[in-house]
Structure formats: structure tokens, C-alpha cells
């Protein structure tokens, strides 16, 4: 039988990082319309959809500044719809400045009609809450509560003159008004505890929802708006340690008046698995139900599932029962039913299920060869996101058993979807025997040997999927690997133990990072796993990744530049003590905790680096310091080791400018690719 072998085409890495990303999917307060963001090749804007209706841009920002927008809601009635643009402050309270302009853009607040007029300014600040009648908006700057009244007619907005709405000592968060708009929760962090606080605008006084020696947070208003919920854990020690693992109360769920009097325990975690609170990745931890019963996440039996309890107390019901977690979840607009995304029957991707507040089977709402995230629950209908191996991430809405394509930006004609590889499912044993996960990308080359790149994710606590992914930067990752395995390498994108989805046991595994670095066991895994395969020239492995995953990659080409012969490490870790010292703005840990950090780390196998890296990072990092790079490099250099260096003033973790990720991806890659070929 003859095989006739179609190779791809070969495209650029500006081509595949062009796919639009679409994120912060958002419903109205009455469940009749959606707002998400998109990010096209840097243009941030917002794009708006009333029911099934195509999705409109209500934004026209048409400069690639890296001023980010995000935080959307829509105002009562789908009238407009309230964001920020900019990200926040760093350690110094600079905000970023990637165009290094002459005085730094702030993080501030706007307002834009859903007709597509012109964007209001309403004030510096994060984290916009509007007034459940419209009339108003509650905003954070400093940790300080701001408010401004709202007004919309037609076409147009007007803005009150922002003013503060009280002080209060430590910081607040999790702004969130009541039903009926008289009051507005918050959590109130103020160091080594915190309140949960709760404001009430016709007294304009504050009370404190059962005060206690520990760390309230995740306000819940019920569904009628006369009690308040929220989750307490303890406080933290004065001599707190990370490289001690405390056996500390479990947490719990308590419940109070909505003037935050006869707080009340109704529900206590079990000692042991699942005494650690471990939330979605939601905004919101707790749900209520229109019959006063509390939905919650708990890992009791070592996987994140949902729970409800009646909010007078009781015994909980375990709602989503199996080998799988939860990770996103949202209520319906009346309160009847959960919906959420999780791994259920598909451990490497993820779906929208449904289920009841009582128990019984969920309901599986999407399936199939992509992944679905990010659920909003309207009247008769749920939108979600979609994206596959070559479909980048849309908006969908499923009504009637039919999920329909909302709109919103078009996907470039340049963008090579149809060259695209799909990547395989895999999975191999770490030394130790220890399952690991990962997506193969194999070209289509017909090439019988090929170089080959393991490709390490940032977290440590991720995922990658098969295929475009619900986080941003994860999602030109992806894209990058793509790219490799378009120019004749097949890459290994492995899920590495302390990463999520896969239990407790996998997340939270024995010496990892600082306490061991035993990760580095599933990189070595995959080096075999790859050195293994007939397709692959075992002479030719190099390694990269951002963030953790640059301290995998240097931790790789540190211990074993025998295996890795060049790597790429994008803002990585390379000393865990003093990592951990930055941290806490502290020296933390004795001295034989400390030796375990530095021998887990990249820094104590510099005598045996011989593998020549790329080094690049931001100047302001706000994840990872930027002396991490500063000193390898100079250790490296020193030593004669090959380094090529490439930094950006007043650049963030991920950069926030287009023009400057495109510029990283495009040259470490081209100089990844020549070593290794």
C-alpha cells in the first residue's frame, strides 16, 4: 500500500502567535447578556452580547500599549458595562510601564455603554463592583474603598465625582453587594488575620461579621440577602515558616446576620485530607441556594469536589463524586442549580457539568475532542468558552441542546490552523514510578529522526491541555510548541508532578521544589521517554520554559547538560532560599532547610553546566525577582558558558506587549532550533 505523506507548511512564529484569545467571560446581574475580553496581537478590548445575539466590540483601543483589560461587569439592565484597564502596582507601588513611557500609565477605572460610545473614565483603582440597581459603583485603590454614582441614558454615561466611602484598617478585597444594594461585604485582610466587613449605606457604618482570632475571607450573600456566609481559616503564626508544614484547625463555614450579628459555625472540615482549604478557581468559593443550602468546595477525599450543607448545619452531600476536580464553578440566576467545568472522564481536558444542590448524578452539558471552561449560567441557556488543538478559544452559548458560536473577534487569515499537529495524548513512569501525563507534538515532516524539546509549564500549579488553553500566556505557550513541532522538532509538553487536576496526592507531592526539587524526576522521565522513541535523535533533547518552568529548565541543563543540550529559561527560579527570602521579606528557614532549598536548585549544580542558554526576563518581575537571572548569568558567564541574554525594561513576568512577546518567542526560538539542529 503506498503512503503518500502530506507535510505542513512551514509558518512563522508571528503566524500562530496571531490567534485571538478571548477570556473574562462575564453575565449580567439578570442573566440576559454576556461581556468577555479579547486580545488581538495586543489590542485589548471588550465585546458584548445580549442573549443569542452575535457578540459586538464596545471598545475600539487600537494601540498594542500592554494596558491590559479585565474585571468586566455589566451594570443592571446589560446597559453598560464597567472594566479596568491596566495592571496594578508592584512591591514598590510602580505600576508596570512596558512602553517606558515618561509617566507611567495608572490601573483605572472605566465605564463604556453597551452601544459603543465613548469609554468613561470613573477613577484609579481595581476591582469595580456596579450597584445592583445601576446607580452606582464601588471600587478598590490602595486596598480603600471608592465609590461614584452612575448615570445612563441611551447612548451616553455620566460619572459623579469619585469619592471615598470610609476608611478602614488593613485592606480590603472581594468587594460584593447585597440582593437589595443596603449593604457590601468584603474581606478584610489585615496580616496575620482578617474580617470579613460589611457596609451599610444608610447608616454609612461598618460591622464585622463574628470577629475571631483567624482569617475570614469569600463573602456570600444568600439568595434573599438576609444572612451572609463566608469561610474561615486559621490565623497565621508569629513565627510562620514556608518550610514547615503546620497542623493547624481545619477550616470551616460560617454563617451570620446581614448586619454580620449571631455569626454561627455550621460545617467544620474534617481533620486530615481536606483540612486545608482548597478553593476553585473561581471568584466566588461559596453558592447558595434558593432553599438556604451552601455549596462548597472540599478535597476530603483527595480530589476538589462540591459539597453542600444546609446553612442551619448538618452533614454535607457530596455533589460530584469520582477521580476527577472540579475547577471552575458558577449558580444559575435563580439559584436552582450549579454549573461548573471540571476533568470528569476526560482527566486532560475539561467539560461544563450541572448539578442540583441535593446530590444525584451531574449532568454533562459539552464533550468531545475540546475543552470548554469559564461557564455562565443564563435563563435557559449556559456560555462557556471553547477551544480545541487548532481552534483558538470562542465563545459559545448552549441553548436548546444546541451550542451556538456567540462571535466576537475573527481569526486572521494567516493563522495556520490547518498546520497545526494534533497533539497525542501520552503517558510514562518518572524513576521513582510515578505516572506522568503529557501532550506529544510530532511534525508532519516524514522525517525518519528528529530534535527533540521538552517543554516544562509555569506554576507549578497547571495544566497544560491538548490544545489552546483557558489562561492567556499558556495559550501562546502552546502555540510556541506548536511552532517547534512545525520546524522538524517533536516536543514533550509534560505535566510534572505539583501540577493540578490530578489529586491531591500528585499536587501536593513528597519534596517538591524547595523541600527536594522531585519534579526534576518526571524531566528525566521524559528525556527517556523521548530518548526512547525511533523518531526522535537522542543526540539533539533541549529543554525550555517560563517561570517554574525556567527553573525546571535550568535545574535540566545544571544536572544534566549530558541530556540537554541547550534550553531556553524565561524568568526563572534558580536559588529557592532566597526566593523564599523575597517572599517574606525575610531570611526564612534554619540552615539545613536552607541547604535543601539551594541543593534543589539550579545554583548548586553550576560546576557541571556545560549547556550553552538563553536567558531573558523582565526588570519588573512581579513573580520572580529579577536578581534570579541577574546572578545565574553572571555565575555563567564567568564560568565560560555560552550565554545569550535578552532583557526588558519595565517588563512584566509574561510581558505585557505583544510586540515584545512575539520578539522573545521569535528569537529563542531561532537560536533553540539551531543548536539543536
Not at 528525566?524 to 526512547?532: D, E, N
Request: proline share 6%; hydrophobic share 40%; net charge negative.
Amino acid at each position: 500500500m503506498l503512503h503518500v505523506l502530506f507535510a505542513a507548511a512551514l509558518f512563522t512564529m508571528s503566524q500562530v502567535l496571531s490567534a485571538p484569545f478571548v477570556g473574562d467571560l462575564t453575565g449580567s446581574p439578570d442573566g440576559t447578556a454576556i461581556a468577555f475580553t479579547a486580545n488581538e496581537r495586543g489590542l485589548h478590548n471588550i465585546y458584548f452580547a445580549s442573549g443569542t445575539a452575535g457578540a459586538k466590540r464596545i471598545t475600539a483601543y487600537s494601540s498594542d500599549d500592554g494596558q491590559v483589560v479585565g474585571s468586566l461587569a455589566i451594570v443592571a439592565g446589560g446597559r453598560a458595562v464597567v472594566y479596568v484597564r491596566g495592571e496594578g502596582t508592584n512591591r514598590r507601588s510602580e505600576y508596570p510601564n512596558p512602553l517606558s513611557l515618561p509617566v507611567p500609565p495608572k490601573q483605572t477605572i472605566w465605564i463604556v455603554p453597551v452601544s459603543g460610545s465613548r469609554p468613561v473614565r470613573i477613577g484609579e483603582g481595581n476591582s469595580p463592583v456596579p450597584s445592583p440597581k445601576g446607580d452606582r459603583v464601588v471600587w478598590l485603590l490602595h486596598g480603600q474603598p471608592f465609590s461614584a454614582a452612575l448615570h445612563i441614558q441611551g447612548n451616553a454615561s455620566r460619572v459623579g465625582k469619585p469619592a471615598r466611602l470610609f476608611s478602614i484598617r488593613g485592606s480590603l478585597s472581594d468587594p460584593v453587594f447585597s440582593p437589595d444594594g443596603s449593604r457590601l461585604a468584603f474581606t478584610n485582610s489585615r496580616g496575620d488575620h482578617g474580617f470579613i466587613a460589611i457596609y451599610h449605606f444608610a447608616t454609612q457604618r461598618l460591622s464585622y461579621a463574628a470577629p475571631y482570632f483567624a482569617s475570614d475571607f469569600a463573602p456570600a450573600w444568600s439568595a434573599d440577602g438576609k444572612q451572609i456566609a463566608f469561610v474561615r481559616t486559621p490565623g497565621t503564626l508569629e513565627d510562620e515558616d514556608p518550610y514547615v508544614h503546620y497542623v493547624k484547625e481545619p477550616w470551616s463555614i460560617w454563617v451570620a446576620d446581614a448586619d454580620g450579628n449571631n455569626g454561627r459555625q455550621i460545617w467544620q472540615a474534617d481533620r486530615g485530607m481536606g483540612s486545608e482549604f482548597y478553593g476553585t478557581d473561581s471568584a466566588a468559593q461559596l453558592f447558595w441556594s434558593r432553599d438556604g443550602r451552601i455549596a462548597f468546595p472540599w478535597e476530603k477525599d483527595g480530589w476538589r469536589h462540591l459539597y453542600s450543607v444546609s446553612s442551619q448545619g448538618g452533614a454535607p452531600e457530596l455533589l460530584t463524586p469520582g477521580a476527577f476536580e472540579v475547577e471552575n464553578a458558577t449558580v444559575a440566576p435563580d439559584h436552582s442549580q450549579l454549573v461548573f467545568s471540571s476533568n470528569q472522564n476526560d482527566i486532560d481536558r475539561r467539560h461544563i457539568w450541572s448539578s442540583g444542590f441535593q446530590g444525584g448524578a451531574p449532568s454533562q452539558l459539552t464533550s468531545g475532542p475540546d475543552s470548554q471552561w469559564a461557564p455562565v449560567a443564563l435563563p435557559g441557556m449556559v456560555a462557556y468558552v471553547d477551544a480545541g488543538y487548532k481552534n483558538p478559544p470562542t465563545v459559545y452559548a448552549l441553548h436548546g441542546g444546541r451550542a451556538l458560536a456567540v462571535g466576537g473577534p475573527a481569526v486572521p487569515p494567516e493563522f495556520p490552523a490547518n498546520d497545526l499537529v494534533e497533539p497525542e495524548l501520552v503517558a510514562f513512569r518518572a524513576p521513582d514510578g510515578l505516572l506522568i501525563h503529557a501532550q506529544l507534538f510530532v511534525p508532519k515532516d516524514g522525517q525518519a529522526k528528529h530534535c527533540a524539546i521538552i517543554f516544562d509549564h509555569g506554576g507549578s500549579r497547571r495544566q497544560m491541555l491538548p490544545g489552546f488553553h483557558y489562561l492567556e500566556f499558556y495559550s501562546d505557550l502552546y502555540e510556541s510548541n506548536q511552532y517547534y513541532a512545525n520546524r522538524g522538532c517533536v516536543v514533550l509538553s509534560i505535566n510534572y508532578r505539583s501540577g493540578i487536576m490530578y489529586g491531591h496526592d500528585f499536587r501536593e507531592a513528597k519534596n517538591y521544589g524547595a523541600e527536594g526539587g522531585s519534579e526534576y524526576q518526571d524531566v528525566l522521565g521524559g528525556a527517556s521517554y523521548l530518548q526512547s522513541r525511533a523518531d526522535v535523535d537522542p543526540s539533539r533533547i533541549g529543554i525550555y520554559g517560563l517561570s517554574y518552568g525556567g527553573y525546571l529548565t535550568a535545574l535540566g541543563l545544571a544536572r544534566n547538560s549530558d541530556i540537554f543540550k541547550a534550553g531556553v529559561d524565561m524568568a526563572g527560579v534558580h536559588n529557592w532560599a532566597t526566593t523564599r527570602d523575597a517572599d517574606y521579606g525575610r531570611a526564612v528557614g534554619t540552615a539545613a532547610e536552607r541547604k535543601i532549598a539551594e541543593d534543589s536548585s539550579p545554583i548548586s549544580a553550576i560546576d557541571t553546566w556545560r549547556s550553552p542558554v538563553f536567558i531573558s526576563q523582565g526588570d519588573d518581575d512581579r513573580n520572580v525577582e529579577f536578581s534570579q537571572g541577574v546572578d545565574l548569568a553572571t555565575r555563567l558567564r564567568a564560568k565560560g558558558v555560552e550565554v545569550v541574554e535578552m532583557v526588558f525594561p519595565n517588563e512584566t513576568h509574561e510581558n505585557l506587549r505583544f510586540a515584545h512577546m512575539l520578539q522573545l518567542y521569535d528569537a529563542s526560538a531561532t537560536w533553540l532550533l539551531q543548536k539543536l539542529k
